[in-house]
């Protein structure tokens, strides 16, 4: 079993900056593609970023692309979201997944997630 705890949520203002953090425990995810993916109220869990096990492959969805960064730090077993520039619309609670497989953006794909983090960015 992962287990999964995301933290770096908060409120901040459009066109500032957070960097979440995923923390993994109960085994280690060095072998695991990570995903973040947000859901807005009354909105549909949407992909955010991917990262492949050794950090070389990363996918970005378009509505973030060039203002957020996913990274991991395999001996700290943890995954970031850098996320700058941010915007009203990237309000949304923000999880982490993992899956023993190669990095999708499909969250069906994803078998362990965890609790969410909340972003609320002001105009």
């Known amino acids: 079993q992962v287990q999964l705890v995301e933290s770096g949520g908060g409120l901040v203002q459009a066109g500032g900056s957070l960097r979440l953090s995923c923390a993994a425990s109960g085994r280690t995810v060095r072998n695991y593609a990570m995903g973040w993916f947000r859901q807005a109220p009354g909105k549909e869990t949407e992909f955010v970023a991917t990262?492949?096990?050794?950090?070389?492959?990363?996918y970005n969805a378009d509505s973030v692309k060039g203002r957020f960064t996913i990274s991991r730090d395999n001996a700290k077993n943890t995954v970031y979201l850098q996320m700058n520039s941010l915007k009203p619309e990237d309000t949304a609670v923000y999880y982490c997944?993992?899956?023993?497989?190669?990095?999708?953006?499909?969250?069906?794909?994803?078998?362990?997630w965890g609790q969410g983090t909340q972003v609320t960015v002001s105009s």
């Open positions: 997944a993992a899956r023993p497989d190669h990095p999708t953006v499909w969250a069906s794909d994803y078998d362990y």
């Open positions: 990262i492949g096990w050794s950090g070389g492959s990363t």
